[in-house]
């Protein structure tokens, strides 16, 4: 049985692919965290902070993208914790010394962490319709929410497999998600950046979180977007392009020590 | 004529200033099963990696079934599997999910990796346990699945690195028979163990290596020879005939145990040995025979070798 590599490349990702899926549902925890984690900080921010921060729209319709982001950021992070385990565990010693291409392997962390992502944000949306949230995107906006957050995903899929793949234990892996829960607060995601002090509004206001938010929320409540969109596309498209080839090369540099 | 099926010429490993492989040599015969002996830090795991393509080595050529480990590892590949240390079996599967996922990965057909992983489970007493996550899995049987996982694809080369290493002692006893079980269907085997009775109860030939350095090699009655013969140990509650006994017998004395070691010889000599003891009016508090096992080979190897160093340096 003679198949092209592409074949089976494909064969290999989509067999690893099911794998991290299985690891969703008989690991709920960190699914659980991924969903509770933010729903938890939008119901404080709501609920507690919300009425004290003047937004110029309902609270809950501006926080909503900040959420989102926290949510797929945190999920994205997680996936450094899996690919670490595989490492310091023997699987990926045995699928080196198997005739596969071993970096199915981490095909299958990103598309599995991809889909955990999707559930956990749309379990998110979900949550802040219940508590009032009114978007007023139509068709047409939802595909463009749908391509920002997958493309955020994936370029931070990439990136946090490139950091799974460095790091030497599941405990550092743990510690490489915190920056992940912090930076979306250092940006518009939860009160508007010209409310921050001059030197942590320019950072704030130029990290690549903020043309996200604003595109997104731009989208989802008509906000004016700008050329937030463009910023955003050329933010994380060259994330995904720079994680992408930094992990190949971080995996290749494996297989000489 | 010897057929090999791996060949190892002056391998050398170091990282940074720290040389962990330095100039090994060795054959393994088709079919045998092969001991790497050491203790720890004495460079087996790197041997196995590097022979499972994991690894490069500095210099030295390694080739398995004539293919070169560095510049074909995609044909050498084809012919191995590697069980590591840690069993690495994906806890959160099945033991059966497992199978069916490395078969894939494998790239066999799907009726061959349905076929292979009921065959598999039955081998290694794992039916039972199929359907159940390797989470709940004891030590003794991640490791039957983690080697069932490695025969899947039917490899000609079987590496197990220190496939016993933390297993209670009747686990122990049923890997035993499981590799005995493997060689009989013609699979070569490479293992790695640094307990002295494992080489002993299983390998055809056994390498004992330390510092990166094969130190001794053969088959484990060659090595037990080189020790020399059966022992009488006698043993003394008496001080003071201790003392008289070790100046009347030429053995090795231990002090603090009160214990002389002489070669057993011939009941001839035993006799007279007794014999002597006897004129003098001492009596050993006990006898005891002991054959050389490969613990006194290996101490008496590593120990001699260090020695050579010390006087070298």
New interface residues.
Partial sequence: ?RKSKFY?AL??GW??S??SL??IF??PESLLMAIGLPVAIMVMFVYIFGGAIETGTEYVNYVVPGVIITCAGFGSSLIAISVTQDMV???F????????LPS?LMVGHVTGGFIRNAIATTVIFLVAILIGFRPSAGLLEWLGIIGLLALFMFSLNWLFVAIGLITKSVETANAATFPMLFLPYVSSAFVPTETMPTWLHAFADNQPMTPLIETLRGLLIGTPIGNNAWLTILWFGSLLIISFILSVVIFKRK??? | MKDSIISVQNLKKSYGKHTVLDGLNFEVERGSIFALLGENGAGKTTTVRILATLIQADSGIATIAGYDTHRESESVKQKISLTGQYASVDELLTGEENLVMMGRLNHLSSNTVKKRTAELLDQFELTNAAKKRVKTYSGGMRRRLDIAISLLASPQVIFLDEPTTGLDPRSRRNMWNLIQQLAKNGVTIFLTTQYLEEADQLADKIAVIDSGKMVEEGTAEELKRMIGDEKVELTFDNAKEFQQASELLQGQVSEVEQRISIPAGSPESLRKLLNTLHEHGIEPSSVNFRKPTLDDVFMDITSRKRKEQSVHA
């Fill in positions: 049985m089976w064969s290999d067999t690893m099911g794998r299985k690891h008989r690991e565990g023997g699987l010693e045995r699928l080196r010394s198997m005739p596969l199915s297989k000489k020590e």
